[in-house]
């Protein structure tokens, strides 16, 4: 992820967006799996969302 991206993030959403949606798209992971019915990109995004927490 480039710097630029990271500092969009930062300027429009509160760290607690953040985490909001990273809790939601690992829930959505999460069940999927539990479903038999893997939702190939929610796993990705959970992690991108750790990536912006990881670097705030």
Partial sequence: MNPEQLA???K???RRD?????????KIHEDSVAAGNLNPS?????DLMDYYLDNW
């Fill in 42 to 46: 929610a796993k990705p995004r959970a």
């Fill in 18 to 26: 953040i985490v909001a949606v990273r809790d939601g798209y690992r």
């Fill in 12 to 14: 429009n959403f509160l």
């Fill in 8 to 10: 969009k993030v930062k």
